[in-house]
């Protein structure tokens, strides 16, 4: 016997197998049990949800010798032929490749005849919203004023494209996209009745790449047996489908939350050597994203996980907390349009990790900004790397900081501000702070009596071997060197625009003194 796509063999023969749509299920039951059949039903939703399957279901219920009923029997021949696709009363008509005004007055022409058995005619017409105008206004006439033996089911995957007309004069039936959840459990039920292993890792990866279509998720599996024959596991996945190995993903998405610029584009590169398509990595990191602040928001939310997946991201989604994640997921898809746009999608990817890596240092901006020197309980990320280069590892209790400006963060962060730009040399046991010779109020303020001890403190931490701390200016005469124009300088010296424009980039363009002081 030839291999029978799973779509097809799996396609639901009673109500109570279509999956996760229990709304429409009862809807139909009930007109059907209750003799309150419509003449005209208009299924909408997503492709691959079961709209067709739940249309032929209802030609079976209409036309079952032991019907209408709810659950026909399957056995007799009207059920039969239906189920093959032979009935000559039940019709179906795509929508697309017969959407003129003439293949809808041959179809009006078939309805002036009873059916040649059953008690009704059905009409099933699929992606409806592709008729022509005229086409729909010759539908309409039929719709209006339907035999009592037509019954149509309309489906479409555009509701807002079928003309207002039509739509009020159909029982509107709204599919929804099943959730990867229930695709899981459906694609793990599959495999065990059909004799194939199936990784809980390679069913979540392939009912979230289904998004919603257990039609699609079903011919992935095709695909997927082709490929690794009755063992499909999370490696064969990844190279059928082109999406990254969890942990790849997992590994991006901690490298990003730490900063660590050089770790992040490290993998990005892998994947994309490995044949991986930049924008594939691109929606998996952002749906990890996206399930980490389910986890961080409550942990019971997120089900399209593997217990597996779950318990190795459950904790840093904690760690990194709502406020983090929401803000990381925010910036992350604030990328979307680049990516989608770029002709070159690979350096899209890359652009759009090192805007969610630096971010951490931003954030330590951000918070400075708003007085808040202490960190918060949630433990923020750190940033390990003022530019993340090559080199670059995660942070660690008790680590050498990376920079001054790092070792003095959380104390005293003006005085980072302050340092951030200098250049420290060592000498023998002389640790000398160059400043530039612009930066002479940070140098001032740097090496004022009330900043030695924190300066030196720090200093010691990054250069163990440093006994003396000295401050100086570059080309300069001292730290005393008085610019032209005074206010500019002075804001230009203020550590916290030095901070800004060491994140953010840009020029000062002018400066206002406030009526306010
Ligand atoms: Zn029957």
């Known amino acids: 016997m030839s291999y029978q796509v799973l779509a097809r063999s799996w396609r639901p023969q009673r109500f109570a197998d ?27 939703g997503l492709r691959g949800v079961g709209k067709t399957t739940a249309a032929r279901l209802l030609a079976k219920a209409v036309n079952c010798a032991e019907g209408p009923t709810a659950e026909p029997c399957g056995r007799c021949d009207s059920c039969r032929e239906v189920a093959e696709g032979s009935s000559i009363d039940v019709v179906e ?13 041959e179809l009006r022409e078939m309805l002036r005849f009873h059916p040649t058995r059953d008690r009704f005619r059905v009409i099933i017409i699929d992606e409806v919203h592709m008729l022509t105008r005229e086409a729909f206004n010759a539908l309409l006439k039929s719709i209006e004023e339907p ?24 029982q509107q039936l709204e599919f929804r996209p099943l959730s990867a959840d229930a695709i899981r459990a459906h694609l793990e039920a ?42 499909i596991d999370d490696a064969a996945v990844a190279t059928v489908l082109g999406v990254p190995p969890f942990e790849v993903t997992a590994g991006l998405v901690d490298a990003l939350a730490d900063g ?25 990191t952002g749906r990890l994203l996206r399930a980490m602040l389910h986890l961080a928001v409550d942990p019971g939310l997120e089900p399209s996980l593997t217990d597996d997946q779950r318990g190795a991201i459950e904790g840093r989604a904690r760690n990194l907390g709502v406020d983090v994640l929401t803000r990381m997921l925010g910036l992350w898809l604030e990328q979307e349009p680049m990516l989608r746009d770029a002709a070159n999608r690979e350096l899209a990817l890359e652009v759009a990790a090192l805007r969610l890596a630096r971010w951490p240092a931003v954030r330590r901006l951000e918070r400075w900004l708003a ?5 918060p309980a949630t433990g923020p990320p750190t940033v390990t790397g003022r530019d993340g280069g090559p080199g670059s590892e995660p942070p660690s209790a008790g680590a050498r900081p ?28 002389v640790l000398t702070l160059w400043f530039a010779g612009g930066a002479g109020a940070s140098a001032r303020y740097a090496g004022s009596a009330a900043m030695r001890r924190p300066l030196e403190a720090a200093c010691r931490r990054l250069f163990p071997g440093a006994a ?50």
Do not use: M
């Not at 007085?371 to 960190?375: Q, V």
């Not at 003006?414 to 000498?427: F, K």
């Open 371 to 375: 007085g808040e020197t202490a960190p």
């Open 93 to 105: 008509i795509d929508g697309a490749s017969n959407r003129k005004i003439e293949d809808v007055r």
């Open 468 to 517: 003396t701390v000295r401050v100086a200016v570059e080309g300069g005469s001292g730290a005393d060197d008085a610019p032209t124009d005074e206010l500019l300088a002075e804001v230009e010296a203020d550590p916290g625009v030095a901070r800004a424009r060491a994140v953010i980039g840009g020029e000062i363009v002018g400066v206002r003194r406030d009526g306010g002081g």
């Open 18 to 44: 279509l999956l996760g749509q229990d709304a429409v299920v009862q809807t139909l039951r009930n007109a059907l049990s209750g003799d309150a059949l419509g003449h005209a039903y208009l299924f909408s």
């Open 402 to 429: 990376a920079s001054l400006a790092d070792a003095l963060w959380d104390e005293q962060p003006r005085l980072a501000g302050a340092v951030e730009a200098a250049r420290p040399s060592l000498e023998g046991d």
């Open 190 to 231: 599959v495999a065990g009745r059909e004799g194939f292993s199936l990784s809980p890792g390679a069913a979540a990866a392939i009912a979230a790449a289904a998004q919603g279509s257990v039609r699609d998720a079903l011919s992935l599996v095709d695909q997927l047996r082709a490929f690794a024959a009755d063992a």
């Open 260 to 284: 660590r610029v050089a770790a992040a584009l490290e993998t990005i590169r892998g994947e994309l050597a490995a044949g991986h398509d930049a924008t594939i990595l691109y929606h998996e």
């Open 147 to 170: 035999p009592s033996y037509v019954l149509f089911v309309l489906a479409t995957t555009e509701r807002h494209k079928v003309p207002a007309t039509i739509l009020s004069r159909c």
